[in-house]
């Protein structure tokens, strides 16, 4: 079974609005870690946001939010006021484990966000 | 902060050589950092997780002799790429894990074109 699952190969969204990229994971353990990283076409990795299974509260960035849903398994990354910039591939990954140990990072299919005028 | 580089961003060999890639962490100490490779369209997949001082934990799959990884300092781990072959062109890129938090920051990645 697929650890992380990314539904939507690809996503439109008007400028200025929001949107949501959906990520549902599979894990039995208890400590896990959940990150969004973008990727433009420059091919860089760039760091968005990251949720603890424990965290009480749903991370924010700026204009990006974490929807954790817990019991539904699912992560999904909210960009508000959506910019010409936001257009990139965006990738969902999950640590499994405690904090420090070895902290691999497994990686959903992605989604690619395209920001229309 | 938090700035991890590659070097090189870009290289084209002949088939039989190897391929050296550096990955660096700018402004922190990474005591594990970590290598991906990635096909074009596709998700990063990661080949190894590299800790200073000690060798380097292999995915399954993924052949050691071929991808020799060392971790010499805090800051700098290396990926050499043995005896290329066209089916090892791919985008490689690198993470580095900040301080004692959660968070992998990568690098700008290495596309490799092998002859």
């Known amino acids: 079974a697929q650890k992380i699952t990314q539904t939507q190969p690809g996503m439109f969204v008007q400028e200025k609005e929001a949107v949501t990229l959906d990520c549902t994971y599979d894990?039995?353990?208890?400590?896990?870690?959940l990150f969004w990283y973008k990727q433009p076409s420059s091919g860089e990795m760039i760091f968005l946001i990251y949720?603890?299974?424990?965290?009480?509260q749903n991370a924010t960035e700026g204009r990006y939010s974490l929807n954790f849903q817990k019991a539904r398994k699912s992560a999904n990354l909210v960009i508000s006021a959506s910019q010409l910039g936001d257009s990139a591939m965006y990738f969902c990954a999950m640590r499994e484990g405690l904090t420090g140990t070895a902290s691999k990072l497994t990686f959903g299919t992605g989604t690619r966000l395209q920001v229309t005028l | 902060g938090a700035v991890v580089s590659q070097h090189p961003s870009w290289v084209i060999c002949k088939s039989g050589t190897s391929v050296k890639i550096e990955c660096r962490s700018l402004?922190?100490?990474?005591?594990?950092m970590f290598w991906y490779r990635q096909f074009p369209k596709q998700s990063l997949m990661l080949m190894a997780t590299s800790n200073e001082g000690s060798k380097a934990t292999y995915e399954q799959g993924v052949e050691k002799d071929k991808f020799l990884i060392n971790h010499a300092s805090l800051t700098l781990s290396t990926l050499t790429v043995t005896s290329a072959h066209p089916e090892d062109s791919s985008f490689y890129i690198c993470s580095a894990r900040y301080r004692d938090t959660e968070t992998q920051y990568f690098g700008p990645g290495t596309r490799l074109l092998v002859l």
């Open positions: 894990t039995s353990d208890p400590s896990y870690g």
């Open positions: 949720q603890g299974s424990y965290d009480q």
């Open positions: 402004d922190f100490q990474a005591t594990t």
